[in-house]
């Protein structure tokens, strides 16, 4: 019913949105991850589709019901998921980069689960860092003259306004959204600062639902006619 009433803003449009942790192996059966619930994204997948548009879902590993209407690609790490998403960009007018991606991933993966050896001794894990994955995205469909429109995260646990401006553009992304308050990771509500070259757009604490479906407007005024 909220579908069929909901104006269709983002008809027309192929929506793209990244959703979730990655999750770095270790060893078969160990791994790097984050707390991302992917509510948030899967969210935005939602009010996307209810908006009109049609909407791809690339997501972590989560435990989360896919969207009725959305069609869902899963990924594990970052690699991977950047493989995903830059195929998937290509025929896409909108992405919305709300993953948590790893910023750092083991060295190697160890084929066989790693052991104790007896002795005490601990292992040493060396990182190399994961590309920006919505970078990467942005300023290749610059380079291609692809019309794309970039919405970007940010999780800053201090200095929100000036973490997500600085961040805004060294992403080379027109909208970046910050989220409020430290503890938004797995809760059902949250607030949000829109972050543009215009300015800031406050969108106050509601349901995830609720604001996917604010951002899902704010998107939709932005995009060029
Ligand atoms: N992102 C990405 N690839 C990465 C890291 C982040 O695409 N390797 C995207 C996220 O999906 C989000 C945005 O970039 O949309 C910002 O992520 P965030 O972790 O806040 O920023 P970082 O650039 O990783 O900087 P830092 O974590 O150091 O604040
Ligand atoms: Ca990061």
């Not at 980069?97 to 083991?106: K, L, M």
């Not at 007896?118 to 469909?141: H, K, Y």
């Not at 429109?149 to 999780?155: E, H, K, L, N």
């Not at 600085?166 to 080379?172: D, I, L, P, Q, S």
């Amino acid at each position: 019913l909220v579908r069929f009433f909901t104006p269709k803003v983002l008809a027309g449009q192929q929506v793209l949105v990244s959703a979730g942790p990655t999750y770095e192996a270790i060893d078969p059966v160990r791994g790097l991850t984050n707390l991302s619930s992917g509510k948030m994204g899967f969210a935005i997948a939602r009010a996307a589709h209810e908006a009109g548009a049609h909407v791809t879902l690339v997501a972590g590993p989560v435990s989360l019901p896919t969207p009725r209407g959305v069609g869902r690609i899963n990924v594990k790490s970052a690699m991977n998921m950047q493989k995903t998403l830059n195929v998937l960009s290509q025929t896409a007018t909108v992405f919305i980069s709300a993953a948590a991606v790893a910023d750092w991933r083991p060295v190697e993966s160890a084929n066989e689960k790693i052991k104790k050896d007896g002795s005490g001794r601990v292992p040493t894990l060396s990182f190399v860092e994961n590309p920006d994955i919505l970078a990467g995205i942005a300023s290749g469909a610059r380079a291609q003259n692809h019309q794309l429109f970039c919405v970007g995260f940010a999780a800053e646990s201090h200095d929100l306004l000036a973490n997500a401006q600085a961040k805004r553009e060294r992403k080379g992304v027109p909208l970046l959204v910050g989220n409020i308050g430290p503890d938004t990771f797995g809760q059902d509500d949250n607030a949000l600062l829109l972050v543009d070259a215009q300015g800031t757009t406050d969108l106050p604490k509601a349901s995830k639902l609720q604001l996917a479906r604010q951002l899902v407007a704010e998107i939709a005024r932005r995009l060029p006619t």
